[in-house]
């Protein structure tokens, strides 16, 4: 595979084609991990994570484990939450197995997980970590593998490390952004700084008649009364909710619309230091919601969250 010097940041893509070559890539990555001393974090799949594990034997106890599953049913949360969460937490360089993408993820999952790939390279720039990222080569179609070497400077494969000619994170960036439209019989709740509390109230109450879970409602009222506030203090002091059910899935979801200028594509992604007042709104909302996605353009800014019910 070729090893990085110490210190070195390198964001890999594995492209395997069968399941032999993706279980003896990531147990050799992580036994290699192992024995320099490194720390190892594999996050998986949940089905994946079982077979590695099983592969790993006794060696396993030595690797933190992460069902991605679930870690990362919102991709925009992997970042503070399992890639930042794990590497911050040790000295030197770190050895992380991270897989977001795979054939299962809906369109629009994708589009927060290849988002999130895309983003890796700035979190981690100049830290001494070592991500590897697998990707089915054989289920995965010729777009989501363009995307791959377009968001991993390295790549490997079953002919070795080799860097990407066509790295380019930023153009996959540009295309994940896209506008969110609300469909056109959803009520909207006009908000400013005096009815923040009433926009809580309104989600509440919409999400209930939609059948969202009663132990979603305090997550439901947290995230739109984080949103709310952002808009009112960094989106020119007004914005709209709208609130509604995906046909396809049933889940809720709510979108906060707001005149804004959202440029920091990282906030809410990664740890905010302990010292800094603020910027933790946004983390939480990724915490919470499991999937969110942002539209950033001139003058306006969406955000829409969906809560499975």
């Given at each position: 595979?070729?090893?990085?010097?110490?210190?070195?940041?390198?964001?890999?893509?594995?492209?395997?084609?069968?399941?032999?070559?993706?279980?003896?890539?990531?147990t050799?990555?992580?036994v290699d991990?192992v024995?320099?001393?490194?720390?190892?974090?594999?996050?998986?799949p949940?089905?994946?994570?079982?077979?590695v594990?099983?592969?790993?034997?006794?060696?396993?106890?030595?690797?933190?484990l992460?069902?991605?599953?679930?870690?990362?049913?919102?991709?925009?949360?992997?970042?503070?939450?399992?890639?930042?969460?794990?590497?911050?937490?040790?000295?030197?360089?770190?050895?992380?197995?991270?897989?977001?993408?795979?054939?299962?993820?809906?369109?629009?999952?994708y589009?927060?997980?290849?988002?999130?790939?895309?983003?890796?390279?700035?979190?981690?720039?100049?830290?001494?970590?070592v991500?590897?990222?697998?990707?089915d080569?054989t289920?995965?179609?010729?777009?989501?593998l363009?995307?791959?070497?377009?968001?991993?400077?390295?790549l490997?494969?079953?002919?070795?490390?080799?860097?990407?000619?066509?790295?380019?994170?930023?153009?996959?960036l540009?295309?994940c952004?896209?506008?969110?439209?609300v469909p056109?019989?959803?009520?909207?709740?006009?908000?400013?700084?005096?009815?923040?509390?009433?926009v809580?109230?309104?989600?509440?109450?919409?999400?209930?008649c939609?059948?969202?879970?009663?132990?979603?409602?305090?997550?439901?009222?947290?995230?739109?009364?984080?949103?709310?506030?952002?808009?009112?203090q960094?989106?020119?002091?007004t914005?709209?909710?709208?609130v509604?059910?995906?046909?396809?899935?049933?889940?809720?979801?709510?979108?906060v619309?707001d005149?804004?200028?959202?440029?920091?594509l990282l906030?809410?992604?990664?740890?905010?230091?302990?010292?800094?007042?603020?910027?933790?709104?946004?983390?939480?909302?990724?915490?919470?919601?499991?999937?969110?996605?942002?539209?950033?353009?001139?003058?306006?800014?969406?955000?829409r969250?969906?809560?499975?019910?």
């Open positions: 595979m070729g090893e990085v010097a110490t210190g070195e940041f390198s964001h890999e893509a594995l492209l395997y084609r069968d399941e032999a070559a993706y279980v003896q890539a990531i050799a990555f992580a991990g024995a320099n001393g490194e720390p190892v974090a594999l996050a998986l949940t089905d994946k994570l079982a077979t594990s099983r592969e790993l034997g006794e060696a396993a106890r030595d690797v933190e992460v069902d991605m599953s679930a870690a990362g049913r919102n991709p925009g949360a992997i970042l503070s939450g399992v890639l930042r969460g794990f590497a911050d937490s040790h000295r030197g360089r770190v050895r992380v197995v991270g897989e977001p993408i795979w054939p299962e993820r809906s369109s629009v999952e589009a927060a997980a290849v988002e999130h790939e895309a983003l890796i390279n700035e979190a981690f720039a100049g830290m001494p970590a991500i590897l990222c697998p990707y080569a289920r995965l179609g010729r777009g989501v363009d995307d791959a070497v377009a968001t991993h400077p390295d490997v494969d079953e002919t070795g490390r080799h860097h990407s000619t066509a790295y380019d994170p930023h153009a996959v540009d295309g952004n896209r506008p969110l439209p056109s019989s959803v009520p909207a709740f006009r908000f400013d700084l005096h009815t923040l509390a009433e809580r109230r309104f989600a509440i109450a919409h999400a209930e939609l059948g969202a879970r009663r132990d979603r409602f305090e997550d439901i009222a947290l995230v739109v009364g984080e949103l709310a506030a952002n808009s009112v960094h989106g020119g002091g914005g709209t909710l709208c509604w059910q995906e046909a396809s899935t049933g889940a809720v979801v709510c979108q619309d005149s804004g200028c959202h440029t920091d906030a809410g992604r990664v740890p905010v230091p302990p010292d800094r007042i603020g910027g933790r709104g946004l983390l939480l909302v990724n915490r919470l919601a499991d999937l969110v996605r942002t539209y950033r353009g001139a003058g306006h800014t969406a955000t969250v969906w809560f499975d019910r």
